[in-house]
T-cell receptor, first 112, second 112 residues
Framework: NAGVTQTPKFQVLKTGQSMTLQCAQD?????MSWYRQDPGMGLRLIHY???????DQGEVPNGYNVSRSTTEDFPLRLLSAAPSQTSVYFC???????????FGSGTRLTVV | GNSVTQMEGPVTLSEEAFLTINCTYT??????LFWYVQYPGEGLQLLLK?????DKGSNKGFEATYRKETTSFHLEKGSVQVSDSAVYFC???????????FGKGTRLSVIA
């Protein structure tokens, strides 16, 4: 049972490049979300999903896209990377609405 | 909207000292409350939770009691160890579709 798997663990991008951060869970969780973690800012919600085919925006969605074609996968796309997107990104999933979330180990992204 | 406020860190304690990390929240209705811990270089792990007023969550010697009258969920441990050094996040869920709302985190360093 792998839990929540995020790839890659580290990535360096040049400004303007695009990339996809992968997130997969094997727990059959309906609820999935993406957060970014910045020093002094805690975790801020980017996008979330309540099931396959359903996504919604969080607190800081600009510059990011998501889709949820399967229950297992919830990729996060950066369309045109900017230095302000340098951060650590966490994917999380949960079985219930108000339940505790299981987190992946994170992707550390640097945009130069 | 919903929000969580944590005491600012960093907090530095000697081994075997008593720990309190304050957390207060603003939410409509009756949220569930959580404490997560993040060890260096890792993702967040659920430490404990409480789902209704006066509930006490506990795990690994840590405790927190859901106080609706003071809208608080303070984390306590009677005797900290060096291995407790980490960042601690308080979070809430209002039971709706929106995922967890986090505080900014409190860094704890325990010295031998």
């Amino acid at each position: 049972n792998a839990g929540v798997t995020q790839t890659p663990k580290f990535q360096v991008l040049k400004t303007g490049q695009s990339m996809t951060l992968q997130c997969a869970q094997d727990m059959n969780h309906e609820y999935m979300s993406w957060y970014r973690q910045d020093p002094g800012m805690g975790l801020r919600l980017i996008h979330y999903s309540v099931g396959a085919g359903i996504t919604d925006q969080g607190e800081v969605p600009n510059g990011y896209n998501v889709s949820r074609s399967t229950t297992e996968d919830f990729p996060l796309r950066l369309l045109s990377a900017a230095p302000s997107q340098t951060s650590v990104y966490f994917c999380a999933s949960s079985y219930t609405k108000g339940g505790g979330y299981t987190f992946g180990s994170g992707t550390r992204l640097t945009v130069v | 909207g919903n929000s969580v406020t944590q005491m600012e860190g960093p907090v530095t304690l000697s081994e075997e000292a008593f720990l309190t990390i304050n957390c207060t929240y603003t939410a409509t209705g009756y949220p569930s409350l959580f404490w997560y811990v993040q060890y260096p270089g890792e993702g967040l792990q659920l430490l404990l939770k409480a789902t209704k007023a006066d509930d006490k969550g506990s795990n690994k010697g840590f405790e927190a009691t859901y106080r609706k009258e003071t809208t608080s969920f303070h984390l306590e441990k009677g005797s900290v160890q060096v291995s407790d050094s980490a960042v601690y996040f308080c979070a809430l869920s209002d039971g709706g579709n929106t995922p967890l709302v986090f505080g900014k985190g409190t860094r704890l360093s325990v010295i031998a």
